[in-house]
């Protein structure tokens, strides 16, 4: 193989390795849903791609929903109807539904900076203390 098509093979590899890099998440956020909070292992991520691993870690066989809202609310604040977050109240970003105890779903999102609060919006989960804050920074 002469020198040329060498380096322009390996040229085309490193941006194939580079274009695979930026398609991955920028930041993964591990989520555990126990019986009654949801724990991050880090509250704050930087603007970009972020994926949230959340694992239904509940003791009992309690499914539950994991929900992403902008808002500048406090976590501990959000009006609740028969049970349950009003969701068109915010502007929900993102959601996965129907974790099964022990069992884990991702959800990938572009984030911009700002305030969100995370929430597992079953009937009387919220009230249960199923909510937390979560910033994004530039």
Do not use: W
Not at 27 to 54: C, P, Q, S, W, Y
Not at 113 to 119: A, F, H, K, Q
């Amino acid at each position: 193989m002469n020198h040329g098509k060498h380096a322009a093979l390996v040229c085309a590899a490193a941006m194939l390795f580079i274009a695979a890099q930026h398609a991955r998440a920028d930041e993964t956020i591990h989520v555990m849903l126990t019986d009654n909070e949801i724990r991050l292992d880090n509250n704050e991520a930087k603007t970009g791609r972020i994926t949230f691993d959340v694992n239904n870690a509940a003791k009992d066989k309690t499914e539950h929903e994991f929900v992403v809202l902008r808002t500048d609310k406090d976590a501990a604040h959000l009006p609740v109807r028969k049970g349950q977050v009003p969701e068109s109240d915010f502007r929900k970003v993102g959601e996965v539904e129907d974790i099964a105890q022990g069992a884990s779903k991702r959800l990938s999102l572009k984030l911009a900076p700002g305030r969100y609060v995370l929430i597992c919006n079953r009937p009387g989960h919220y009230a249960m203390g199923m909510h937390t804050s979560f910033v994004v920074a530039r």
